[in-house]
């Protein structure tokens, strides 16, 4: 049986680490809020919208297959996702410029600079922090989350403040990004791998690992737009304004679960991925994960609702109608906060196609409920309330999906 105390301190690090990290986003909000306008926090929804997906397979997902791959070829992996990351980079800055030049969109050189900057940071730390945790370095991971949280909120108080309003939330957050990648391969570089890098090596691991990315590839850019998507389909029905209360509503509610359940998630991908190998068995990961989402669930419903009281208080007058969103974003939340931690059982079973089918439908919802709320002139809140209800169903339903398919697999 794994150790069950190696499974647990891993797990308090990176969701300690992670509470650290948003508690100093916590401590900024009053002054971020103050400092820029919910115009200003829509420009920036997108920008990270667009950089979310595009990030989200920028390694062409072989930075997944690292804790799949046998200890003496991770680096070999890594290095491959890195070429993916550089190329993919390259490919959005060169496409976005096309379509800029022939007036499809308005986008400058300095917001193009930025955004590629972040599509291949966002590869690298990924990439990173799954090799250190392979390698059982979570405080390097927690440290480098914690760091990335206050060099961004310091950079955007201090740009909003000096420097341009429309750019520093942007800038700032492209800085943090920087931060948290210095200290990510600073660790990588005291790791003992084997860095002996041939054509060969690279070779076989495309070959081994092309089929499985491949079939990954559409689920994770789906999943990526089920998250991040909700700003684009909100500027399309109402206001830039809409879509800054919007952000801060989800940066307030969503970020703080994200990071628990990434967290979550990569601990128990790793374990069980480590058992299963071992053991053919991952029973007790999968059980001990999913009832820690649940419980985490149930204290975050009650400091939610706690919190959408002093939304006014914390944020200013100018965000009082964030009080609402909040709580209309909570049964959404909750329910992803519990699928994510254990929707790489997926993975485990090398079954990509689950997490695709779950992710297509989570869109396929929140694709249907802004066509209905065009056709229906229904208004903002109503609409957030029917695609976090929509949505929260889907996510539970993938959960028991993964239930059935686990205790069905270790039945006797």
Request: proline share 2%.
């Amino acid at each position: 049986m794994m150790n069950r105390r190696s499974y647990l301190r891993s797990l308090g690090t990176l969701i300690g680490g992670s509470t650290l990290a948003q508690l100093v986003n916590f401590a900024s909000y009053p002054f971020i809020a103050r400092t820029y306008s919910p115009e200003n926090f829509g420009v920036f929804a997108l920008f990270i919208t667009l950089t979310a997906i595009v990030g989200s397979v920028s390694c062409l997902r072989f930075e997944m297959m690292i804790p799949s791959s046998d200890p003496k070829e991770q680096f070999s992996v890594f290095i491959v996702a890195q070429c993916c990351n550089i190329f993919v980079s390259m490919a959005v800055v060169a496409v976005l410029a096309v379509l800029s030049a022939v007036d499809i969109l308005s986008v400058g050189s300095y917001f193009l600079m930025f955004v590629g900057a972040v599509v291949a940071l966002t590869g690298l730390t990924n990439a990173a922090a799954i090799l250190l945790l392979q390698n059982d370095k979570y405080a390097a991971r927690t440290g480098s989350l914690l760091l990335r949280a206050i060099v961004t909120i310091a950079a955007q108080i201090g740009l909003g403040v000096f420097g341009n309003k429309e750019m520093g939330l942007i800038e700032g957050f492209c800085l943090g990004f920087v931060a948290q990648a210095i200290v990510l391969m600073y660790s990588l570089n005291a790791l003992n791998l084997n860095r002996q890098i041939t054509r060969t090596w690279l070779t076989s691991v495309i070959a081994r690992y092309g089929k499985s990315v491949v079939f990954d590839i559409p689920s994770t850019l789906i999943s990526a737009l089920s998250i991040n998507a909700m700003s684009v389909l909100i500027s399309l029905s109402y206001s830039i304004r809409e879509v800054g209360l919007y952000s801060i509503s989800f940066r307030i509610a969503a970020l703080p679960l994200s990071l628990v359940a990434n967290g979550l998630s990569e601990v128990y991908f790793q374990k069980a991925s480590a058992s299963h190998r071992g053991k053919g068995s991952f029973l007790w990961e999968f059980n001990f994960t999913l009832w820690t989402a649940i419980a985490l669930s149930i204290t975050v419903i009650a400091a939610y609702v706690l919190f959408s009281k002093l939304v006014v208080l914390v944020l200013g007058a100018k965000w009082a109608e964030s009080e609402g969103i909040v709580l209309m974003l909570l049964p959404l939340l909750i329910a992803r906060l519990i699928a994510v931690s254990v929707q790489t059982t997926a993975l485990v079973f090398r079954k990509t196609v689950w997490l695709l089918a779950n992710n297509a439908l989570i869109l396929s919802v929140m694709l249907l409920s802004v066509v209905l709320a065009i056709m229906f002139q229904v208004d903002f809140k109503r609409y957030l309330l029917a695609n976090s209800l929509g949505c929260s169903l889907v996510y539970l339903l993938f959960v028991g999906f993964l239930y059935v398919k686990v205790k069905s697999y270790h039945r006797p």
